[in-house]
């Protein structure tokens, strides 16, 4: 049973940091890709930055610079670091684990962690 769990929300005032982490069960395969997404209300999800086992990682051009996408092998956890928060920012983001980095691939989800910005 594959589980993914995020952790490390929270309300921050714009300009300031947050690290989301993902803790990752049950996944057996050794090839496979990890994203973070997030959505707002009245929005489409949308995904912001992705990593596959190889390492090539992938991000939206909305947190290109200011997000930093990673993984932990040996503690089955992803991350992703944002700084410089704006209050755009502010979504639902989850995380998921797919066979490969095509959005539609993605199969398993996790609950998802607030993040809330504030101006």
């Known amino acids: 049973q594959v589980q993914l769990v995020e952790s490390g929300g929270g309300s921050v005032q714009a300009g300031g940091s947050l690290r989301l982490s993902c803790a990752v069960s049950g996944y057996i395969y050794s090839t496979y890709c990890m994203g973070w997404f997030r959505q707002a209300p009245g929005k489409e999800r949308e995904k912001v930055a992705h990593?596959?086992?190889?390492?090539?990682?992938n991000y939206a051009d909305s947190v290109k610079g200011r997000f930093t996408i990673s993984k932990d092998n040996a503690k089955n956890t992803l991350y992703l670091q944002m700084n410089s928060l704006k209050p755009e920012d502010t979504a639902m983001y989850y995380c998921?684990?797919?066979?490969?980095?095509?959005?539609?691939?993605?199969?398993?989800w996790g609950r998802g962690t607030q993040v809330t910005v504030s101006s």
């Open positions: 990593i596959h086992s190889f390492g090539i990682t």
């Open positions: 998921a684990i797919g066979a490969t980095c095509s959005v539609g691939d993605f199969g398993y």
